[in-house]
């Protein structure tokens, strides 16, 4: 079992920057991938990044590519995304999720995921 419990999310002007955190609970966080996905009102869950076990393999969507940047401190049982030139259409609730067994090329699918966040808010204003 994990518990994950997103942080860091809040109100940012456009070109803005914000830090999420995910803190996971359990001893074996670093045997899982981790992801971040988004959900703006009225619209679909969608992917945003994910990491691997060890950190080694990164994936984003296109939309966030070369402004986010996900990371993790095993150590630290958490992981991070780091939000640059922040832009209105990036307001969402965050989650972080985690999976443990994965087929290859799947971390995009939110539908992989076993363990979810409450989610936190991230609003960029215009």
């Known amino acids: 079992q994990v518990q994950l419990v997103e942080s860091g999310g809040g109100l940012v002007q456009a070109g803005g920057s914000l830090r999420l955190s995910c803190a996971a609970s359990?001893?074996?966080?670093?045997?899982?991938?981790m992801g971040w996905f988004r959900q703006a009102p009225g619209k679909e869950r969608e992917f945003v990044a994910a990491i691997s076990w060890s950190g080694g393999k990164t994936y984003y969507a296109d939309s966030v590519k070369g402004r986010f940047t996900i990371s993790r401190d095993n150590a630290k049982n958490t992981v991070y995304l780091q939000m640059n030139s922040l832009k209105p259409a990036d307001t969402a609730v965050y989650y972080c999720a985690a999976v443990q067994a994965i087929v290859a090329g799947t971390l995009q699918r939110s539908s992989i995921y076993d363990y979810w966040g409450q989610g936190t808010q991230v609003t960029v204003s215009s």
């Open positions: 359990g001893r074996t966080f670093s045997s899982y991938h």
